[in-house]
């Protein structure tokens, strides 16, 4: 399985302000993923970032909302752009093991706060 | 709209006793797995099934996969403190490799 660590762990922002979470892998993966779980809720997915490309956004997702980078096969980042209340929420990355059968392995997540 | 339903979406049980949590859809996956997440962490993988009818065993773990390829079952023997927390299905759509995530259910195992 693959090591996943995300940056910040936690973090409280004022509404209106962007935050940028941080996604590392310990070995190299074509596929990330980017999800959403609001308090006490089932994930649910943001987008797919493939190296290499633009990442493809879920219905109800956007990319000036949510920006995404992934420069290598081992990183990528999500913004939260002017961000309300109403975006508190875990973000999540994850990646995808495509030599075992496609099975994923979460980050710790980012709890984000926004007040 | 393809939907994971869980049930039950909470269950409160006392040390040893025994439990089986479902997640059903209309919908066919290639393969399903199950997670359980702690508070503050991500999901943590369990196991995938990939085989309608497939029956997996994980210690005090046993995880079935519907022979349609459409539900699944977690069934959790003796059950410990140590076991409690959210519990996540989450079913790779056919021909793609996305997952969706079931509606979860909250484990609290009381000693």
């Known amino acids: 399985s693959a090591v996943i660590s995300q940056k910040p762990s936690r973090d409280i922002c004022q509404r209106g302000t962007s935050l940028t979470i941080q996604c590392q892998v310990d070995?190299?993966?074509?596929?990330m993923f980017w999800y959403r779980q609001q308090p006490g809720q089932s994930l649910t997915l943001i987008a797919t970032?493939?190296?290499?490309?633009?990442?493809?956004?879920e219905s109800g997702f956007v990319i000036d909302k949510f920006p995404i980078s992934r420069p290598n096969l081992t990183f990528s980042t999500l913004t939260v752009s002017n961000m309300s209340p109403e975006d508190s929420s875990i973000y999540l990355c994850?990646?995808?093991?495509?030599?075992?059968?496609?099975?994923?392995?979460f980050g710790p997540g980012t709890r984000l706060t926004v007040t | 709209t393809q939907l994971l339903e869980q049930s039950p979406q909470f269950l409160s049980i006392q040390e040893g006793e025994n439990l089986t949590v479902y997640c059903n859809s209309s919908?066919?996956?290639?393969?399903l797995q199950w997670y359980r997440q702690e508070p503050g962490e991500g999901p943590v993988l369990l196991v995938t099934v990939v085989t309608g009818g497939e029956v997996k065993k994980l210690k005090r773990l046993t995880f079935q996969f519907g022979d349609a390829r459409k539900d699944s079952s977690l069934h959790i023997t003796a059950a410990q403190p140590g076991d409690t927390g959210l519990y996540l299905c989450?079913?790779?759509?056919?021909?793609?490799?996305?997952?969706?995530f079931g509606t979860g259910t909250r484990l609290k195992v009381l000693a």
């Open positions: 994850s990646v995808e093991a495509q030599d075992r059968g496609y099975e994923q392995y």
């Open positions: 070995s190299q993966v074509t596929m």
């Open positions: 970032a493939n190296q290499g490309s633009e990442a493809t956004y």
């Open positions: 989450a079913g790779l759509i056919s021909g793609t490799y996305k997952y969706i």
């Open positions: 919908s066919v996956f290639s393969s």
